[in-house]
C-alpha cells in the first residue's frame, strides 16, 4: 500500500515538474512573440536568472530564495512582530494589575 502510494507521489511529483516547465515554455514565447518586432531583449536576462533561482527545487522557502536581502527582511519582520506582541503583553498587565500607591 505505502508503495503504490509513492509510486503515485513520485509520478504527481514528475507531473507538477513538467507542467512547470510547460508554463515556463508558453510563457516565454508569450513574451518572444509580444517583442519580436523590438531591438531590447525580452524578457531580460536579469530577469529570466532570477526566474530560474526562484523554480529552483532546493527545498528552501520562497521568501529565503532571494539572498541575504529576504532573510534580512524576514527576519527583522519576525523581530518587529515579536516586540509588537511584548509590549502589547507589557501593556496589558500593567493596565490589568496598576501600580498601588
Given at each position: 500500500m505505502v508503495y503504490k502510494l509513492c509510486?503515485?507521489?513520485?509520478?504527481?511529483?514528475?507531473?507538477?515538474?513538467?507542467?512547470?516547465?510547460a508554463e515556463r515554455r508558453v510563457l516565454l514565447n508569450t513574451f518572444h512573440k509580444a517583442r519580436s518586432n523590438?531591438?531590447?531583449?525580452?524578457?531580460?536576462?536579469?530577469?529570466l536568472k532570477r526566474y530560474s533561482l526562484f523554480q529552483m527545487d532546493n527545498n528552501l522557502p520562497v521568501?529565503?530564495?532571494?539572498?541575504?536581502?529576504?532573510?534580512?527582511?524576514?527576519?527583522?519582520?519576525?523581530?518587529?512582530?515579536?516586540?509588537?506582541?511584548?509590549?502589547?503583553?507589557y501593556t496589558l498587565v500593567t493596565m490589568a494589575l496598576p501600580k498601588k500607591k
Open positions: 509510486r503515485i507521489a513520485s509520478k504527481v511529483v514528475t507531473l507538477n515538474s513538467i507542467l512547470r516547465h523590438s531591438t531590447v531583449a525580452w524578457p531580460p536576462p536579469k530577469l521568501y529565503i530564495k532571494g539572498g541575504f536581502t529576504d532573510k534580512f527582511l524576514y527576519n527583522s519582520t519576525l523581530a518587529l512582530i515579536a516586540i509588537g506582541l511584548i509590549d502589547g503583553f
